[in-house]
């Protein structure tokens, strides 16, 4: 079993910032692509940020030059700056996990962290 814990959300004011975590733990032989996502109040859930393996980035372009993926062994994180009320949601961690030799991939998600901007 792969589990994923977020941690890090919480209420701020526009312009503040707030970094997220998400930890891995569990039976892992390799991480593959990791995500974050977010699903605002009444909106469908979306794609915020990838890291891949190597470490390449990818953003929506709404957070483009505020938020910052970044990973390292079995975590990874989102820096998010000059926040904005409409970056109000629930913020999950999405992983795509290799549990083990076989090299069988399954995708995980966490159980979410709530980030409310309002001033």
């Known amino acids: 079993q792969v589990q994923l814990m977020e941690s890090g959300g919480g209420s701020v004011q526009p312009g503040g910032s707030l970094r997220l975590s998400c930890a891995a733990s569990g039976t892992i032989f390799r991480i593959n692509t990791m995500n974050w996502y977010r699903q605002g109040p009444g909106k469908q859930r979306e794609l915020v940020a990838v890291?891949?393996?190597?470490?390449g980035t990818d953003y929506a372009d709404s957070v483009k030059g505020r938020f910052t993926i970044s990973r390292d062994n079995r975590a990874v994180y989102l820096q998010m700056r000059s926040l904005k009320p409409e970056d109000t949601a629930v913020y999950y961690c999405h992983a795509y996990v290799v549990p083990y030799t076989d090299n069988r991939e399954y995708d995980y998600w966490g159980q979410g962290t709530r980030v409310t901007v309002s001033s």
């Open positions: 890291i891949d393996s190597d470490g």
